[in-house]
């Protein structure tokens, strides 16, 4: 007799006591070489699923050990306890396996779950009683794999009412067949189409089936490899297995042959992070340039992030740098290293992606109340479900408002936003997805740093306090975003697709600033002021269209991607106008004081349009050697205008950028990596004071090489080491002889990077990064070489980690702990002064019951003064001191 009973025994484990619940549902396909003339590979192949409930003291037996019970549906319902809460399923996961795909569904109450399972056409369906499908955040949602293996058209896993689950498993010509066990714990399901009945030693006409004590259309069955649906009992909010940002396709990140850092929901619910600055702690390598007003500049490997850089749903999107509300955010990732050659023009540093919430199939109703520290206060609302009963149409509607003081004197802020979004399922092939978003910010009291002398160095003085504001009350910086786009997806077949997207975004900013410039160093305690007044848009037009096709070439299998984009950039300052401001005294400041005279004005407007038009093959050679291949061409127009002096300049240009990449996994858990990518951006014309226009430059270059290990420990805890050397090349510098900028600067990054994201044990997760960067000048004509770039520390790492009681009278209390270290960095490129490391100590208590979550969360819990940003002309910005925020969330 062959071998044919290769099954996967999935235990599950007491840890601290916890009782775990496991369901498996084993999905898999083994062509059978049979022994047997009368059999071949094609006649032998088959599916096979296996649904089993456990707990953690129980052995699985094999199916062929076990004694077959009674299959009616009254003997089932017997068995299902009434007035039991729905245990929520956090999360289901697809894995691939060496013999097929492990569906992992997860629930963080061990609990005895009861299966009915029964038989409509091709439709193999199991429905699981007294489950939710529920994220950790407690939004519904649904899973759904289209042709995992051959003879499976697909597999679904659904919310049915508020007590089910239905798992779905559709076979492609026959109706899989079923044989039903019991193994002491719970109830196990074997389902196999119909050639898997076929005996080796018999012909296929004259075979005879073994009496069953099952009916029919559910005959008994033979198992060949399996693929498991597995219940394990555990969360994983921590670990993000899979992205677009690195692809523009569905990609686990294991197969990536790039860095990227996932900052996943959860964790920005444990933190309670409101802003993407707070979120970017989370990421080693990544420090705040600088702040102006709203906006919020980053340096990724040492460079910083241009607009270009910034994206949302992987489109660009300039508007990504304000520091405002993240309601409507699911989580926000980091591409370290170059994109060009994805998401065309943009520095080679890295790139930032904001991924938003998206409609829900199941009601979700969220409510959150924060207090805190220097009059903080904010309310949020989530709203999601169907508007129809088919539940083709879905909408979300995230709104909050906000409005907080600061450690900063007369310094203060007011956000409100509202985002609505809508999916909407046309026929069976195609998706449309709109979105919208309005913010309205208002900030007074804007704080522009104190000087180095004084907080960073020693003043005669004394030491500048930490609240202390050199700008005026009366100074405001108020914004409006509004955003609005589609996303369209039409399936052609199961291995084709379109998507077409449109995003149109606007910002304006009115701002009325006093800046703070240059201390007097004669008596080291007065610094000269300048008073602006101006308007600042930004529009951004962006529409994509790419088709995504697999296909094999023998036993080489390929995902190609093959897109344009086309893109408008208009960044206008209709109004600039300067002024002297007078000085003030740092240490006993005298604020109101009269404007001065006019310094000067400007009105200047640049466009920048784009094309790019890209192609992208991911190619499988073998289950454990993948190869990467993508190249992009790009071409711009930008255009400057300073309508006051009534200078216009013209720079286009045009530049191929290629990418490699290739992952080898000796085991399933290592994917060791190495790629090769460019990148390529238009160097910004700037204006000079007075209104004078420089002359337009060549494009930026920048190329890295890169070589990692990505290790995936078990499913629920991987980690991600990487070395590269990054170049960037045409750099502007400034002329010393001339006092304007010209092209000769070169500057290098080296560095190493490791991330450990997941859970440790049942109910204990762990977010943790560490990044060493040596980034310096190779090529000036002004600075030293081998000076450090501005605003990047040698060594920087961060660690946040929770632990929640899973059990006993405690259950649903947690705390989490964090530290966040960014190393002594350089303040100017010129190396004129240091900024001196800044460690940070955050702590966290929660209370999670059902859908009841009570937390209060400690920032700086040790007071630590330290510096968290550099601004220009030597001033550096205090970071926040010992906060305290509570709140409060329900959801129903």
């Given amino acids: 007799m062959l071998n044919l009973w290769q099954r996967r025994c999935v235990a599950t484990c007491r840890q601290t006591s916890l009782f775990l619940a496991s369901v498996f549902c084993l999905l898999d396909i083994q062509a059978v070489w049979a022994k047997s003339p009368f059999l071949t590979k094609d006649d032998t192949e088959t599916t096979l699923t296996s649904l089993q409930i456990k707990d953690e003291k129980s052995s699985i037996r094999r199916v ?38 492990e569906i992992i569904l997860q629930t963080s109450v ?60 559709v076979g492609e010509k026959t109706l899989p067949t079923v044989e039903l066990f019991d193994d002491n714990a719970g109830l196990v399901f074997g389902i196999n189409s119909a050639a898997t009945a076929m005996q080796p030693s018999q012909t296929p006409p004259t075979q005879e089936q073994p009496p069953s004590e099952t009916p029919q259309d559910e005959p008994a069955a033979q198992q060949d490899q399996p693929i498991e649906l597995v219940v394990t009992g555990e969360q994983d909010g921590y670990r993000v297995p899979d992205t677009t940002t690195g692809t523009r396709t569905d990609t686990p990140l294991r197969d990536i042959p790039q860095s990227i850092q996932v900052v996943p929901q959860q964790v920005l619910r444990d933190q309670r992070i409101n802003r993407l600055d707070d979120a970017l702690r989370n990421v080693a390598g990544v420090t705040p340039e600088f702040t102006n007003g709203a906006n919020v500049y980053y340096r990724i490997r040492g460079f910083e992030a241009s607009n270009n850089n910034l994206l949302r749903n992987g489109l660009p999107d300039p508007g990504v740098g304000d520091a405002v509300e993240l309601a409507n955010v699911e989580r926000v990732e980091v591409l370290r290293g170059p ?6 023009l943009g520095n080679p540093g890295g790139s930032i992606n904001i991924v938003t919430k998206r409609p829900l199939s199941e009601p979700f109703y969220a409510i959150d109340a924060t207090v805190g520290s220097y009059s903080f206060y904010r309310g949020a609302v989530d709203l999601s479900g169907p508007l129809n009963d088919s539940k083709s149409f879905l909408y979300r509607l995230n709104t909050a408002y906000r409005n907080s003081g600061s450690f900063l004197d007369f310094n203060s802020s007011e956000n409100f936003s509202i985002s609505p979004a809508f999916s909407m399922t046309i026929g069976k092939r195609t998706n449309l997805n709109l979105s919208a978003e309005y913010i309205e910010s208002r900030d007074s009291g804007l704080g522009f740093g104190v000087p180095i002398v004084g907080s960073t160095l020693p003043n005669p003085n004394g030491k500048i306090p930490r609240n202390r504001n050199l700008t005026e009350p009366t100074d405001e910086a108020n914004g409006t975003t509004t955003r609005i786009g589609y996303e369209l997806e039409h399936k052609f077949s ?10 149109y975004g606007f910002n304006s900013y009115y701002i009325a600033q006093t800046r703070p410039e240059t201390l007097d160093t004669t008596d080291n305690r007065t610094i000269s ?27 080489i299998e390929h995902q190609l991607l093959f897109g344009v984009d086309l893109n408008r950039y208009i960044n206008a300052t209709p109004k600039y106008v300067s002024f002297a401001a007078a000085s003030i005294d ?76 290739i992952v080898y996994q000796p085991i399933r858990a290592i994917s060791l990596y190495a790629s090769y990518i460019s990148s390529f951006t238009p160097a910004q ?51 010393p002889t001339t006092g304007f900028q010209i092209q000769t600067g070169e500057q290098n990054s080296q560095g190493i990077e490791l991330s450990v994201t997941g859970q440790i044990l049942p109910g204990w997760n762990i977010f943790a990064g560490y990044a060493y960067t040596n980034a310096r000048i ?3 004509a002004t600075f030293p070489v081998g000076n450090r770039l501005p605003n990047t520390a040698d060594h920087a790492f961060n660690v946040w980690t929770t632990y929640e009681i899973q059990q006993g009278n405690l259950q649903g209390l947690g705390f989490g702990l964090g530290l966040f270290f960014v190393g002594d960095r350089a303040g100017d490129l010129d190396n004129t002064y240091y900024v001196p490391s800044s460690p940070r100590t955050d702590a966290a208590i929660f209370y999670n019951r059902d859908r009841f979550r009570i937390g209060l969360n400690f920032k700086n819990l040790f007071d630590v003064e330290y510096f968290e940003n550099t601004y220009f002309g030597g001033r550096v910005g205090y970071g926040q001191p010992f906060t305290v925020q509570g709140t409060v969330s329900w959801q129903f």
């Fill in 64 to 101: 062929r050990d076990l004694e077959r019970v009674s299959t009616r549906v009254a003997d089932l319902f017997a068995q299902q306890p009434t007035n039991t809460p729905a245990i929520s399923i956090t999360e289901v996961k697809a894995n691939p396996t060496d013999k097929g795909v």
């Fill in 110 to 169: 061990g609990q005895q779950l009861q299966v009915i399972n029964r038989s409509t056409g091709n439709n193999f369906i199991a429905d699981v009683s007294g489950g939710q499908l529920r994220l950790p955040s407690g939004e519904a949602f649904a899973f759904r794999s289209e042709k995992p293996l051959t003879g499976i058209t697909e597999v679904t896993v659904t919310n049915i009412d508020a007590n089910t689950v239905r798992v779905t498993v």
């Fill in 339 to 344: 994109a060009s050659v994805l998401f065309g």
């Fill in 494 to 503: 199961d291995n084709w697709s379109l998507r077409n997207a449109f995003r």
């Fill in 529 to 555: 002021r300048s008073f602006s007044i101006y308007d600042q848009y930004f529009t951004n037009y962006t529409l994509t269209t790419n088709v995504v096709g697999k296909f094999s070439t023998g036993s």
């Fill in 586 to 661: 740092i240490f006993n400041p005298v604020y109101g004081q009269p404007i001065g005279e006019l310094n000067f004005e400007a009105i200047n407007s640049s466009t920048t349009d784009s094309l790019g038009i890209f192609i992208q093959d991911q190619i499988a050679i073998t289950e454990s050697l993948k190869v990467l291949l993508g190249a992009r061409f790009d071409t711009f127009n930008q255009t400057s205008e300073d309508l006051l002096a009534n200078i216009e300049t013209t720079k286009s240009d045009s530049a191929v950028s290629p990418r490699f990449g």
């Fill in 685 to 735: 014309g700037t204006f000079l004071f007075g209104g004078s226009l420089q002359s337009a430059f060549d494009p930026e270059r920048g190329r890295q090489y890169e070589v990692g290990v990505k290790a995936d420990f078990n499913d629920r805890l991987s980690a991600t080491l990487a070395f590269y050397d990054l170049t960037r090349t045409n750099v502007l510098v400034d002329d």
């Fill in 778 to 780: 190779t090529e000036d």
